[in-house]
């Protein structure tokens, strides 16, 4: 069963840091990229931060560029999302989701069920 | 970066309607289309992908068009399961995602 399971969520205060976490089974983790896309209280979803497959390569969106890194380690089959200098306007429902081969390259074909990170002081 | 702009941010309908749902992109991303569905408290649900080819085990009533900057997501006969809110999302160097429609009951 193909599974990408979160944790590392949590309440934390405004300017502090958390670190999110996403563990993979069920594939070859190694040959896809994997990204981090939230979703705010009521809102939509938002792509967060994109890595490439051997980890190489990252993007991020403009609203978590210099604060939020992304990462991951092959040899565990896990995805990280380094989250720095954290804002209210950060609070939101993280999802870590693979992106597809071939025909769905770019497309987000499995996803986790998503950890909760509420900023607040 | 593109900009993904969904319409109409909601809709009513009644279950065997037939729904439409457009999203056009600010430029063109070549086919990198694709729409989910996603329910309250649950993970995002592929549908469609590549613009019109529909995920394994997504229902036939699910369909998806377009090419270049304008798309459409149409379920040829609503069923109450599909109360939700949908999402298309573009690729151009970024992810990006419309903003929502919104399925409710009429």
């Known amino acids: 069963q193909v599974l990408l399971v979160e944790s590392g969520g949590g309440v934390v205060q405004p300017g502090r840091s958390l670190r999110l976490s996403c563990a993979a089974s069920g594939f070859t983790f190694r040959t896809h990229g994997i990204d981090w896309v939230r979703q705010a209280p009521g809102k939509g979803l938002e792509w967060v931060a994109a890595v490439s497959y051997d980890g190489m390569n990252k993007y991020y969106a403009d609203s978590v560029k210099g604060r939020f890194t992304i990462s991951r380690d092959n040899s565990k089959n896990r995805l990280y999302l380094q989250m720095n200098s954290l804002r209210v306007e950060d609070s939101a429902v993280y999802y870590c989701?693979?992106?597809?081969?071939?025909?769905?390259?770019?497309?987000?074909?499995?996803w986790g069920q998503g950890t909760k990170v509420t900023v607040s002081s | 970066d593109i900009q993904m702009t969904q319409s109409p941010s909601a809709l009513s309908a009644s279950v065997g309607d037939r729904v439409t749902i457009t999203c056009r992109a600010s430029q063109t991303i070549n086919n990198y289309l694709a729409w989910y569905q996603n329910k309250p408290e649950k993970a995002p649900k592929l549908l469609i992908y590549e613009a019109s080819n529909l995920e394994s085990g997504v229902p036939s009533r699910f369909s998806g068009s377009g090419s270049g900057t304008e798309f459409t997501l149409t379920i040829s006969s609503l069923q109450s399961d599909d109360f939700a809110t949908y999402y298309c999302q573009g690729y151009n160097n970024y992810w990006t995602f419309g903003q929502g429609t919104k399925v409710e009951i009429k």
């Open positions: 989701a693979r992106e597809g081969l071939a025909t769905k390259l770019h497309t987000f074909d499995i």
